[in-house]
């Protein structure tokens, strides 16, 4: 089984809301993904979290905060985005060996939507 | 640094014909390659990967791709295209930094098919 599930499948947020994505995995998966991909053009890479330790920052805005709380869940934080803002979220887990064989499998994604 | 390019953005088949998507990369060290599709408003999925061995690799829905390392090239193809392969299909090269595992994806070839 290599699924990944994230929730909820759409979003919409005003500037001034608060809201979350939730991403789980059930795959003993130790490193987690967050990409941001806007219409079309390829995901881009966000966070990465390794053994529940943030691992990697693309230098993304603050606003956008990540969390995870055990190795199968993912949160991201998001808080005063700005229409720009508005993408395709999507979540990925690999097994966290850290070998470049280390396979990231997908999740079906978060359409965002910033008013 | 490491790059993908997918030259061809549009790609327009009839069903039953034979399909090819290019994609070229630059990498210094030994390439870890990957092709995965994703369907309008989905996530990616992934179709097949190369980190070694055989150069011809399959996947799964019919895909094969092969890995030509004088061309620095791993095309992506199929002999006969059913309607349900019209997506988006991206290459990408894999590798490892101090933070982790990270992925560079090409800019995508959007795949239609024609009945």
């Known amino acids: 089984d290599t699924e990944v599930t994230q929730t909820p499948k759409h979003l919409v947020m005003g500037m001034t809301n608060k809201k979350s994505l939730k991403c789980e995995q059930h795959?003993?998966?130790?490193?987690m993904y967050w990409y941001k991909q806007k219409a079309k053009k390829p995901p881009e890479l966000m966070f990465v979290?390794?053994?529940?330790?943030?691992?990697i920052n693309e230098s993304v805005p603050s606003r956008f905060s990540p969390e995870c709380p055990n190795s199968s869940l993912l949160n991201l934080h998001l808080h005063a985005l700005q229409p720009e803002d508005s993408a395709l979220y999507l979540c990925?887990?690999?097994?966290?060996?850290?070998?470049?064989?280390?396979?990231?499998?997908f999740g079906p994604g978060t359409r965002l939507t910033v008013l | 640094a490491q790059s993908v390019t997918q030259p061809d953005i549009h790609i327009t088949v009839s069903e039953g014909a034979s399909l090819e998507l290019r994609c070229n990369y630059s990498?210094?060290?030994?390439?870890?390659l990957f092709w995965y599709v994703q369907s309008p408003g989905q996530g990616l999925q992934l179709l097949l990967k190369?980190?070694?061995?055989?150069?011809l690799v399959q996947g799964i829905k019919g895909f094969e791709a092969e890995f030509k390392r004088s061309q620095s090239s791993f095309n992506l193809r199929k002999p006969s295209v059913h309607w349900s392969d019209a997506a988006e299909y991206f290459c990408?090269?894999?590798?490892?930094?101090?933070?982790?595992?990270?992925?560079?994806f090409g800019t995508g070839t959007q795949l239609k098919v024609e009945l």
């Open positions: 990925a887990s690999s097994q966290g060996t850290g070998d470049i064989t280390d396979t990231q499998y």
């Open positions: 795959m003993g998966h130790r490193a």
């Open positions: 979290y390794s053994y529940e330790k943030l691992s």
């Open positions: 990498y210094g060290a030994t390439p870890y």
């Open positions: 190369y980190f070694s061995g055989d150069t």
């Open positions: 990408a090269v894999g590798f490892v930094t101090g933070g982790g595992n990270k992925l560079t």
